[in-house]
């Protein structure tokens, strides 16, 4: 979860029991640091991460429920323009970020008989928009991850979802919708242990 919205949301969670471990780059994060939140600095691309994560919402709170990926960097360019160097490094970031946190949740996960992992794709994994050649394949494989995991995890009693963020007009219906959203997100963290991570604060 990034920084500002965790911070944003700490009363309700505290309020509602929920312990969180955030992990990010930024040696920042530590601020969030109270008795219901953890926090892990590190690269959320490399595995010695994403095992200290997962290694410290065991240690401090002592089970794994859910997992937020949240981990994003953007490009926008036109293919031709983009470099192997711009699809690495939206592609570390991403998607192995969010494959290694996956992986890492997901043993602990099966071996305590469940959870859910929640990843933030995008509108652009499934509709195509110019000069986004590199962050829409990173957003396709995050998506298509989610997929994987609900089959073959869903069995033993693991959830998977992506989110496919984007943009939409100011509506009533949206407002509702909102509202409704916020709700449900603050029960499912109710009693429960969370650990997410991000590294950037690009929009989507």
Known sequence: MPRGGLAARRPTFAARG???????????????????????????SEEDAAR???ALTLERFGRLDILVNNAERTMNKP???????????????????NFLHAREALRVMVEHGGGAIVSVASIV??????????????KGA?????KVIAVEYGGRGVRANAV??????PTPLRA?????????????????????????????
């Open 164 to 169: 496919a963020a984007g943009w939409s007009k």
């Open 52 to 54: 200290r994560t997962v």
């Open 125 to 138: 994994s499934v509709v195509a928009m110019k000069d986004r050649a590199a962050y829409s394949g990173t």
């Open 142 to 146: 995050i998506s298509q991850l989610a």
């Open 176 to 204: 509702s919708l909102m509202t409704a959203g916020r709700r449900w997100s603050a029960t499912a963290a109710l009693t429960r242990s969370a650990g997410s991570h991000r590294r950037s604060r690009s929009p989507r």
């Open 79 to 97: 293919l031709v323009e983009t470099s192997v160097a711009d699809w690495d490094d939206v592609m570390t970031v991403n998607a192995r970020a």
């Open 18 to 44: 929920a312990r969180v471990v955030a992990s990010d780059l930024s040696q920042a994060v530590r601020d969030l640091a109270t008795d219901e939140i953890a926090t892990v600095t590190g690269d959320i």
